[in-house]
C-alpha cells in the first residue's frame, strides 16, 4: 500500500494537515496515516477508526488537550489517561467512566473549569467542591445540590454571573440578589418573582436592557417606563380583533 500512488497522495496531504484524515477513504486508513494525523493535529483522533486505537496515540492527543478523552475508545479509557485528560481540560470530566470518577479527580476538574460541577455525581458533590464552582462560574449553581443551595452561595453566584438568579431557590430568593442581578442585564428580569418586581428594580432593568426587558415589567409600571425610556409597547387588539 505504501507505493500505492493514491496512498502516497493522501499521505501528503494528511502531513500538510492531519485533520484532512477525515476525507480519507476508509480503505487507505492504516495505522501509519493516523499517527501522522494525530501528532501533528491531535483533534484528528475523532477521526481515527477505533480499531486502530493505541494507548500510545490516544496519550498524544490527550496530553495537547483533554478534551479529546471524548475520542478515546471506551476500553482504553484508563485511570491514568483519564486523569491527565482531567488536569489538562476540566470539561473531559464528562467523558470519564462513571466508575473511575473520585472525589479527587473531581474536585480537580471542578477547580479547573466550574460546570464540570455538571458531571459529577451527586453522591460526590460537597459544599467546598460547590462553592468552588460558583466562584468560577456563577451558573454552575444549576448543578449545586438543592439542599446546598444556601444564601451564601447563591450570593456568590449571582455576584458572579447574574444569569444563576435563575436557579436560587424561592426561599433564599431577596430583593438585594435581583438587584445584583438586574444591574448585570435587565434581561435578567425574567428570574425576578413578581413580589420583586418593584418600580425601581425595573427601572434598572429597562434603562440597561430596553425592549428586551420592558416585557417583564407588571403591567402598572409598564406604560410609564415606556413612555420614560422611548420603548414602543404592542398595540393592544380590541374585542373585534382591531
Known amino acids: 500500500m505504501e507505493n500505492n500512488?493514491?496512498?502516497?497522495?493522501?499521505?501528503?496531504?494528511?502531513?500538510?494537515?492531519?485533520?484532512n484524515l477525515g476525507d480519507v477513504p476508509e480503505d487507505l486508513i492504516n495505522k501509519e496515516l493516523c499517527e501522522v494525523a494525530v501528532k501533528d493535529f491531535p483533534?484528528?483522533?475523532?477521526?481515527?477508526?477505533?480499531?486502530?486505537h493505541t494507548p500510545e496515540l490516544c496519550m498524544v492527543a490527550v496530553q495537547k488537550d483533554g478534551w479529546n478523552l471524548k475520542y478515546v475508545a471506551l476500553e482504553l479509557r484508563t485511570k491514568e489517561l483519564c486523569e491527565l485528560a482531567v488536569q489538562k481540560s476540566g470539561r473531559a470530566l464528562k467523558f470519564v467512566p462513571e466508575d473511575l470518577k473520585t472525589l479527587e479527580l473531581c474536585e480537580v476538574a471542578v477547580k479547573e473549569y466550574g460546570r464540570a460541577l455538571a458531571d459529577v455525581p451527586?453522591?460526590?458533590?460537597t459544599k467546598a467542591m460547590c462553592d468552588i464552582a460558583v466562584i468560577k462560574n456563577g451558573h454552575a449553581l444549576k448543578f449545586v445540590p438543592y439542599e446546598l443551595r444556601t444564601k451564601e452561595i447563591c450570593e456568590i453566584a449571582v455576584t458572579e454571573n447574574g444569569h444563576a438568579l435563575g436557579f436560587v431557590p424561592e426561599g433564599v430568593m431577596t430583593i438585594e440578589l435581583c438587584e445584583i442581578a438586574v444591574r448585570e442585564s435587565g434581561e435578567y428580569l425574567y428570574y425576578v418573582p413578581e413580589q420583586f418586581r418593584t418600580f425601581e428594580l425595573c427601572e434598572i432593568a429597562v434603562k440597561d436592557s430596553g425592549s428586551w426587558a420592558i416585557e417583564f415589567v407588571p403591567k402598572e409600571f409598564k406604560e410609564e417606563l415606556a413612555e420614560k425610556y422611548d420603548i414602543d409597547l404592542p398595540k393592544k387588539i380590541d374585542e373585534r380583533g382591531r
Open 5 to 19: 500512488k493514491e496512498y502516497q497522495k493522501w499521505l501528503e496531504v494528511v502531513e500538510k494537515d492531519g485533520m
Open 122 to 125: 451527586e453522591d460526590l458533590k
Open 43 to 52: 483533534y484528528a483522533l475523532q477521526y481515527v477508526p477505533e480499531e486502530l
